[in-house]
């Protein structure tokens, strides 16, 4: 396996290598070598083309959300888009779109983030994201990820809600 920096997730992100069968999930293994807090990062399914909450999504939107994606800044996973430091669980390290879907790195840290996880209780997830001009914001501002929710009812709803998928980029679980 190659030599990685300091920063090996924003390297996943530069590669495209998170989702492959293999190539992923060694990586999540060596990222989580030797950790003192426990954490599991795992590929998700986040977003598709659609509408959701009164807003469309279209893939030109997916698609510049995840060219503002700041890996250097990224966005917290809170529960239920709250917006105290207090119910921060992990973050969103890295973002692709691929096969039509808007895909995250999401990185579950702290003793209850991973037993919640594992335990198959946060597995829905949903995007809090600033879109240009709504609730007074600047028109001219690209539409990015603010922050990443577990929650029981996200906004994706339907056949194809956001999950979490397997190392292998099989569903984690099915949906009920």
Same mark, same amino acid.
Not at 2 to 17: F, R, Y
Not at 141 to 167: D, H, M, N, Y
């Given at each position: ?105 999401? %990185?579950? +840290? ?8 594992? =335990?198959?209780?946060? !597995?829905? /997830? *949903? ?19 603010? %922050?990443? +929710? ?8 339907? =056949?194809?809600?956001? !999950?979490? /998928? *397997? ?10």
């Amino acid at each position: 396996m190659p030599e990685h920096d300091a920063q090996p997730l924003h390297l996943v992100q530069a590669q495209g290598g998170f989702g492959e069968p293999g190539a992923f999930a060694e990586e999540v293994a060596r990222l989580t070598e030797g950790e003192d807090v426990p954490r599991e990062v795992r590929e998700a399914l986040l977003l598709r083309p659609g509408r959701f909450n009164g807003w469309n999504f279209s893939e030109a939107d997916l698609r510049e959300m995840e060219s503002s994606f700041d890996p250097d800044n990224p966005p917290p996973l809170q529960l239920d888009h709250s917006k105290s430091a207090r119910d921060t669980y992990g973050s969103l390290r890295a973002v692709r779109f691929h096969d039509g879907w808007l895909r995250g790195l999401v %990185e579950y +840290s702290g003793e209850e983030a991973v037993t919640r996880f594992r =335990a198959g209780h946060w !597995r829905k /997830l *949903s995007l809090g994201i600033r879109i240009p001009g709504a609730a007074g914001r600047k028109a001219g501002s690209r539409k990015r990820i603010e %922050e990443c +929710s577990i929650t029981p009812f996200p906004a994706v709803g339907g =056949a194809e809600p956001a !999950r979490v /998928l *397997s190392q292998n980029g099989g569903e984690e679980m099915p949906e009920e």
